[in-house]
C-alpha cells in the first residue's frame, strides 16, 4: 500500500508558465513534508519543505501548499524555467522528520521552450 | 552547504560477492544515517535507519544479514550487500541528518550484479 503517491509520471509545461506537481497522502502520522528534485543517475536535491502545522511554505520561485484535511500537497514553480526539467520527489515522514521518508514514485517534469 | 559523498558511484560485481558502499558526511556530524533503494521507475525505499555506535533499524523485508550497515562514527555510515544476486542490482543511496529536520542526499550508487 503506497503511503505517498504522486498521481501523475509526467508533467509538461511552457517555460514561463507555472508548473504545479501534485502529491497525495494516507498516512495521518505524517507531520512534515518535502519535496526533492532529482536528475538522471544523481542523488535528489532537496527543495522545500513543510510541518504540518503550516498550509503554505515559499522559497523564491518554489512555492509548497499542504491541505491536511485533503491529505494533499502541491509543490508550485512559477515561473517554469528549461533548469527545472527533472524528476520531483514527493516524501513523507512522521515525528517532525526525525524518521526516515516515504516517497511517492516521482513526476517527470517537462519544460518546454 | 552540506554535501553527503557517496563511493563507488557505480559497482559491478560477481554474484556471490561482497561489496561495500560508503556514505561520508563531509562538514557536519550526523548522528542518523539512512540508506534508501530505488529499483527502475520505482520510488527511493527506505532499506534501513542508521545510528551511530547503535545497530541500525531495518524496515520490514529487509534482510539484516544480507545489507549489513555500520555507522562507525559521526560522518561514516556503510552498507555491505553481502552475497550479492543479480536481483540486488539497484540504486542505493544514503541520507544524513544534520538537525531535526534536515536532511542530505548522498549522489548514489550503482550496484550491478553479473
Known amino acids: 500500500d503506497q503511503q505517498v503517491k504522486q498521481n501523475s509520471p509526467s508533467l509538461s509545461v511552457q517555460e514561463g508558465r507555472i508548473s504545479i506537481l501534485n502529491c497525495d497522502y494516507t498516512?495521518?502520522?505524517?507531520?512534515?513534508f518535502l519535496w526533492y528534485k532529482k536528475y538522471p543517475a544523481e542523488g535528489p536535491t532537496f527543495l522545500i519543505s513543510?510541518?504540518?502545522?503550516?498550509d503554505k511554505n515559499e522559497d523564491g520561485r518554489f512555492t509548497v501548499f499542504l491541505n491536511k484535511s485533503a491529505k494533499h500537497l502541491s509543490l508550485h514553480i512559477v515561473p517554469s524555467q528549461p533548469g527545472d526539467s527533472a524528476v520531483y520527489f514527493c516524501?513523507?515522514?512522521?515525528?517532525?522528520?526525525?524518521?526516515?521518508?516515504?516517497f511517492g514514485k516521482g513526476t517527470h517534469l517537462i519544460i518546454q521552450p | 552547504g552540506a554535501v553527503v559523498s557517496q563511493h563507488p558511484s557505480r559497482v559491478i560485481c560477481k554474484s556471490g560477492t561482497s561489496v561495500k558502499i560508503e556514505c561520508r558526511s563531509l562538514?557536519?556530524?550526523?548522528?542518523?544515517m539512512f540508506w534508501y533503494r530505488q529499483f527502475p521507475k520505482q520510488s527511493l525505499m527506505l532499506m534501513a535507519t542508521s545510528n551511530e555506535g547503535s545497530k541500525a533499524t531495518y524496515e520490514q523485508g529487509v534482510e539484516k544479514d544480507k545489507f549489513l550497515i555500520n555507522h562507525a562514527s559521526l560522518t561514516l555510515s556503510t552498507l555491505t550487500v553481502t552475497s550479492a544476486h543479480p536481483e540486488d542490482s539497484s540504486f542505493y543511496i544514503c541520507s544524513a541528518r544534520k538537525t531535526s529536520n534536515t536532511i542530505y542526499f548522498g549522489e548514489g550508487s550503482w550496484l550491478t550484479v553479473v
Open positions: 562538514d557536519f556530524q550526523a548522528t542518523t
Open positions: 498516512n495521518s502520522m505524517f507531520d512534515y
Open positions: 513543510i510541518s504540518s502545522i503550516k
Open positions: 516524501a513523507a515522514s512522521a515525528k517532525g522528520g526525525a524518521d526516515g521518508l516515504t
